[in-house]
């Protein structure tokens, strides 16, 4: 039986890497950080990880780790509701709603897994899930999961938003979704707008932090904290995966009914195991700096804003944004990954994205800032990004 199969697998993958999108993978032997080792032996500075604070490889959040080893052991065997709950998970849930303005939070495994038990157990088919076009994947499966009726507009069109809002207008209850931050593009979410028309037809609203908190707002709370509306949306989603110390675990925080609800009955919750003592601590000690100091944030913003002038003095096409996502723009998918092959060679390690991740002829590379990076980084990775641009006519000599 396999014979046939085993050929059907090889015609896929060779398919895969005839169109160019076969996914390999670099293979990092040093800690997560502004400069890192790969397995050739080769040095090189990282802009495509997610680790905007610079927390992944945090003194203070590994000595949290390490002692939560010591006095609640390694892992929970568990469930939350059987015997997978500790008081570190409890007092990681109540750090997190302080955090974000809200009055519960719930843990899972991953924000994968938030997203994909948010839906099915609060709506049904009488009502409606409105939805942004470019919305992570997480959130499209766990909206396939759920009875409720779909309508999807345009990324962050408000015209396109009203005229779903109008044609879902008979459902019972209503919840439009959105991404905080678009990780293609970069650009933040326009929640003022959404919440706004949420208000006038009587819709509820939740919002994907995973890219944004930690990131986009003063003191890094996210979108809701942009656009002064702490406390306003009713869900929030987000990931422990990506500021917020980069390990794994994600979360919903929100109105504490809707976090009880999905504690009786959101599947990803209750049939899959709690995460690790250890990760709950070292999230407890991730939100008591960022409440204690605004450092990191700080120190992200200011690299942010200092990485884009610079790039855009040079005469690259660059998107501007709130967010840490730094998109340069090259248009044809060719040069894209000529162009990172390049940065490669000069050891900045960034990555190009072409059709079908974005739109054909929206060919880009995209660097993602942390509060890690040093000034000698970010003139380092512009230095070669002028070199190299002038070497492929980008930019002009
Ligand atoms: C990364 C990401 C997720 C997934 O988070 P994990 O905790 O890694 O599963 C979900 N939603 C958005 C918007 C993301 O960017």
Redesign the pocket.
């Known amino acids: 039986m396999y014979t046939d199969f085993k050929e059907f697998l090889e015609k896929e993958i060779s398919d895969i890497k005839n169109a160019g999108t076969y996914k390999d993978e670099r293979i990092i032997v040093s800690p997560q950080g502004a400069e890192i080792k790969v397995s050739t032996g080769k040095k090189v500075l990282n802009f495509c990880a997610?680790n905007y604070l610079g927390l992944s490889n945090n003194a203070e959040l590994i000595e949290a780790a390490k002692k939560a080893l010591d006095s609640h052991g390694y892992g929970m065997s568990s469930v939350r509701f059987i015997c997978g709950t500790t008081d570190l998970h409890k007092e990681l849930e109540k750090k997190i709603a302080e955090f974000f303005g809200t009055e519960d939070t719930i843990l899972?495994?991953?924000?994968?897994?938030?997203?994909g038990g948010v839906f099915e157990p609060l709506l049904s088919e009488k009502d409606a899930i409105i939805s942004d076009s470019l919305?992570?994947?997480?959130?499209i499966d766990g909206v396939r999961l759920c009875k409720a009726q779909r309508f999807r507009y345009e990324n962050a069109n408000m015209e396109d938003l009203e005229k779903q809002l109008q044609a879902a207008k008979d459902c019972r209850f209503k919840l439009i979704v959105t991404?905080?931050?678009?990780?293609m593009d970069g650009n933040v979410a326009p929640l003022d707008k959404i919440v706004a028309l949420a208000n006038k037809y009587n819709t509820m609203v939740m919002v994907?932090?995973?890219?944004s908190a930690g990131v986009v707002g003063k003191t890094g709370r996210g979108v809701t904290e942009h656009y002064n509306l702490k406390g306003q949306v009713e869900i929030i989603?987000?990931?422990?995966?990506?500021a917020f110390g980069g390990a794994?675990?994600?979360f919903t925080t929100g109105k504490k009914e809707v976090i009880e609800i999905l504690r009786q009955r959101s599947r990803p919750y209750l049939f899959s195991n709690s995460i690790p003592p250890l990760v709950a601590a070292a999230g407890i000690k991730m939100v008591d700096m960022m409440s204690s100091t605004n450092v990191l944030q700080d120190k992200l913003h200011s690299n942010t804003e200092y990485f884009m002038e610079k790039m855009g003095k040079i005469g690259f096409d660059i998107k501007p944004t709130a967010s840490a996502i730094c998109a340069v723009m090259l248009y044809d998918a060719k040069l894209a990954q000529d162009f990172a092959a390049r940065l490669l060679e000069e050891g900045i390690y960034v990555i190009g994205f072409s059709y079908p991740v974005v739109p054909k002829d929206l060919a880009r590379i995209r660097v993602q800032l942390s509060a890690a990076h040093e000034k000698e980084h970010l003139d380092k990775a512009v230095a070669a990004f002028e070199k190299i641009g002038k070497e492929l006519g980008v930019i002009k000599k």
Do not use: M, R
């Not at 991404?179 to 990780?183: I, P, R």
């Not at 994907?208 to 890219?211: A, M, Q």
């Not at 989603?237 to 990506?242: N, Q, V």
């Open positions: 997610n899972y495994a991953a924000c994968f897994d938030a997203n919305n992570h994947a997480s959130i991404d905080g931050v678009f990780s994907d932090e995973s890219h989603t987000g990931t422990l995966g990506k794994i675990g994600g």
